[in-house]
């Protein structure tokens, strides 16, 4: 197809030939590296020669000489200095002679900013969006209106002339999307991708905006300029539907211009926006990515990667549009790329994507980017139209008009998270009793076949005690995970960052954000890594700054440990409670540091709305059975090598110097004829306590606790405590783990009662609350609270490090461990005034 404007290419040019420049067309790095070259509009070029194949083709510019590939020089629009001759003639006839064969530079620039102002226009749109009647009016021209299938597959043309430009208009062939189904489709298709026309007008019917905007999303992954026109605006006025065009022009980064092409009201408008657009004038303009989300955008990144590693596609078409349409399984994409040295390894990466989604969804790729599509659409729409009350039954999901009510939205978010904490807590205790009981008898069982000595004590204390005191929490984190997944699964997820978007402004943050920290109660690290979702660094820090604040599963067992032991009654609700300190606590790190170190201002963004799914049995068990293994692969490793590491620290030195002889005392109690067999055996017992105790404050960990224990004394805990924190900087189950160890030597008396027992018998041995308990209800919450806080684990930090980089990793470390001092002290002093 031919220019409109009879323009030429420059690689048209034949060898010794000059030319002007009058545009530049492709795109990204092409763009930049040809503009720094010079190829600039009003530069003139001239053809030095074409080398024996045709390409490259050196070129003079600017006095110098540079050589391009055909390919490139295809982009670059001129017209021939022929032309310029007629134009200026007269003004090179009254002017100074000049020599032969060249013209003045104000001549050039003239004609080429007379050439420049042509401006080529693509009306794209669904049938009967009122294409035809916008072209006619535009043009002055007659051309028959209404919907006639099976024409021939054609472009009309015309021109109209506007503020000094001529736009030349090409009406295309309706359609509903820009795939390869019908022949118009691929029409449609190729005059973009291949006559590149500066600006495409995309008609909407603005009565049916869900539908029409399904094309506008395959056009904002195409990343072209785009300007809508909002056709039939006058039939949306009469349903009494309210739009606001601006704010969903922004979410979309294209301008909206609204029409009524019958009356060709708004037409001027759109024909001025077109020529703001053109000339990069446009404050709405900017390129957005359409979130496919996370499992589906991993995998476009990596086919963008190969394809881009072919330049002149690169140049010419967005990586990220080739590499979508490649996971639609699209045939004519992928037949532009057959010419790809690397087409081999595309082909291969995009089969493994599409099986791994197919599989993933037990759906069609396609369907599963649709969904996405549309996703995107009801995110926008939902922000931006009111129905009417004629529409209003009619369109809006039922499901949604309750899980995302402006009210009602909240009773049934907080009721769903109450429900997930009580679940987690009430039905997990059941296996959480059969876990414990089978750990006990193995430490019972090994114990009794192994001789006494260092090994049985580290097999049966250091390890199955260690590790055993974390898994029995297998079962609540696994229900957690359950309900997680089962929220992503379904949809709601996404609703509920919808309807958590204007509170998380209020706080400086963006309701996209809302989901990796929702994901943060299961882990902290992939909740870091979904902050990838959101296009904004600075949100993307800060939410990765305040994630460690979602209490993750890993901190489940020290709460569930210390509410069994010390909250009788309400246990889901104090675990409630927890959570929700964490949650205020971001709040509020939030509002602070959105207000001092990221103050910035707001870029609109969508949420996608996904339709809501079924979820399948198998694929919410796969992912909870992936979670399993992953904590048992966690338990074996670092678990097992912190617990073994504790229990070491805290069994050697084994010279330890004693205050009292306790074994001559023990054997002197064993020999007295006086006393009873159970009154020996008690005192024995007691014995042995007092030594086990003075012989681990001595151990090396003994020593560390100590070090600290000035720092957390005004907190309420003693130095096992400080023990326990300092090991749960690896991962905060060790700390359970270490209390395992540290509490269960205290007692002689294996019978029953188990950890909690011991927990509730602590008292102090030192300072000035010697002889008092140890834990009491305040303190246990305390305790939970900076758990919750503190140093999020090893893993978590690795993970912010890789996200931004080791300075933000260093802060949050330093910045959550103050934190929870702080709210330690406050609740353990100000709760000690009332009790
Ligand atoms: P095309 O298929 O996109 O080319 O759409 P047409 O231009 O053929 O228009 C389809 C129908 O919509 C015709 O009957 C037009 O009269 C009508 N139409 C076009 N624009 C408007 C508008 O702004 N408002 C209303 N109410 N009708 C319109
Ligand atoms: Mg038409």
């Not at 001129?78 to 007269?90: A, C, I, L, P, T």
């Not at 984190?477 to 379904?490: A, N």
């Not at 005004?714 to 270490?738: C, F, M, N, Q, R």
């Amino acid at each position: 197809m031919s220019s409109a404007n009879n323009s030429k290419r420059l690689s048209d040019l034949s060898n010794g030939e000059s030319g002007i420049i009058t545009k530049v067309l492709g795109r990204g790095a092409f763009r930049k590296r040809i503009v720094e070259m010079g190829f600039i509009k009003g530069k003139a070029v001239r053809v030095i020669k074409n080398a024996p194949l045709l390409d490259p083709i050196e070129y003079e510019i600017m006095g110098y000489n540079v050589s391009l590939r055909r390919s490139e020089a295809m982009l670059i629009e001129v017209f021939s200095v022929h032309e310029v001759r007629q134009q200026g003639d007269e003004q090179v006839r009254t002017e100074q002679p000049s020599y032969e064969g060249t013209l003045s530079d104000d001549i050039l620039k003239t004609s080429a900013r007379e050439k420049g102002r042509n401006i080529n226009i693509a009306l794209v749109g669904n049938p009967n969006s009122g294409k035809t009647t916008l072209y006619n009016f535009a043009s002055g021209s007659h051309e028959r209106v209404g919907n006639y299938g099976g024409v021939t597959v054609d472009a009309r043309q015309a021109r109209m002339k506007q503020d000094g430009y001529t736009i030349h208009i090409f009406d295309l062939p309706g359609t509903y999307s820009i795939t390869e189904y019908t022949p118009e489709e691929l029409f449609v298709r190729r005059h973009i991708t291949e006559s590149l026309p500066d600006v495409v007008v995309n008609v909407i019917d603005a009565s049916n905006l869900e539908r029409n905007l399904f094309l506008t999303t395959q056009l904002i992954d195409m990343d072209i300029k785009v300007v809508i026109a909002l056709n039939m605006f006058d039939e949306l006025q009469r349903k009494g539907t309210r739009l606001d065009t601006e704010a969903l022009g922004k979410l979309m980064g294209i301008p909206i211009v609204p029409t009524v092409a019958v009356q060709g009201r708004g037409i001027e408008e759109l024909m001025r926006k077109v020529i703001d657009v053109y000339e990069d004038r446009d404050p709405v303009v900017r390129h957005i990515h359409i979130n496919y989300g996370p499992t589906i955008e991993p995998g476009i990144k990596k086919i963008q990667d190969a394809i881009w590693k072919n330049r002149d596609i690169a140049d010419r078409f967005s990586t990220r549009y080739l590499a979508i349409k490649l996971l639609e399984k699209d045939r004519a994409t992928l037949n532009s790329l057959e010419h790809c040295p690397n087409l081999q390894e595309i082909v291969q990466l995009r089969d493994t994507e599409v099986q791994y989604l197919e599989k993933k969804y037990g759906e069609n790729s396609e369907t599963i980017i649709t969904d996405a599509k549309y996703g995107f659409i009801a995110g926008a729409l939902k922000e931006t139209l009111r129905a009417g009350p004629e529409e209003a039954r009619k369109t809006s999901n039922e499901i949604d008009r309750v899980l995302t009510h402006r009210i009602w939205g909240f009773p049934v978010f907080i009721f769903f998270m109450w429900l997930m904490f009580q679940a987690t807590f009430s039905l997990g205790s059941y296996p959480m009793d059969w876990i414990d009981a089978g750990v006990g008898a193995l430490g019972e069982l090994v114990g009794r076949m192994m001789h006494d000595g260092p090994l049985r004590d580290l097999i049966v204390d250091g390890m199955i005690g260690g590790v055993g005191g974390v898994i029995i929490f297998l079962p609540n984190i696994l229900i957690l995970f359950f309900f997680i997944s089962l929220m992503e699964d379904t949809g709601y997820m996404a609703r509920v960052s919808f309807i958590m978007d204007r509170l998380m402004h209020k706080i400086g943050l963006h309701g996209k954000s809302f989901i990796p920290l929702l994901m943060g109660f299961g882990c902290n690290v992939p909740g870091i890594m979904a902050t990838r979702t959101l296009e904004n660094r600075k949100d993307r820090i800060l939410t990765m700054l305040i994630s460690p604040f979602m209490s993750c599963s890993a901190r489940l067992p020290v709460y569930v440990l210390l509410i069994s032991a010390f909250f009788p009654r309400n246990q889901g609700l104090v675990l409630f409670s927890v959570y929700v300190a964490g949650v205020l606590i971001a709040i509020l790190s939030a509002i602070i540091l959105s207000k001092t170190l990221f103050a910035r201002k707001d870029v609109p963004f969508v949420m996608e709305l996904p339709p809501y799914r079924i979820p399948t049995l198998r694929n919410t068990s796969t992912h909870m059975w992936h979670k399993a293994v992953q904590y048992l692969r966690k338990m074996g490793g670092v678990i097992l090598a912190a617990s073994i590491l504790i229990w070491a620290l805290s069994y050697y030195p084994r010279n330890v110097v004693y205050s009292t002889d306790y074994d001559a005392q023990i054997a002197a109690i064993a020999a007295n004829p006086t006393l009873s067999a159970d009154a020996q055996e008690k005192q024995v017992a007691h014995l042995e306590l007092l030594r086990d105790g003075e012989h681990q404050e001595q151990s090396y960990i003994g020593r560390l606790g100590r070090l600290i224990e000035p720092a957390i004394r005004p907190l309420g805990y003693d130095w096992k405590v400080g023990v326990s924190i300092l090991t749960g900087l690896a991962a905060k189950e060790i700390v359970v783990s270490s209390m395992g160890i540290l509490y269960q030597a205290d007692t002689q008396s294996d019978d029953s009662g188990g950890l909690m027992d011991k927990l509730r018998q602590q008292v102090h041995t030192s300072g000035n609350r010697i002889g008092q308990k140890v834990f009491t209800p305040l303190v246990a919450y305390g305790f939970m609270l900076f758990v919750l806080l503190y140093f999020p684990c090893v893993a978590s930090l690795t993970a912010i490090a890789r996200e931004s980089n080791w300075r933000w990793a260093l802060f949050t470390m330093v910045y959550t461990t103050g934190v929870a001092w702080m709210v330690a002290f406050l609740t353990f002093q100000m709760g000690s005034l009332f009790s």
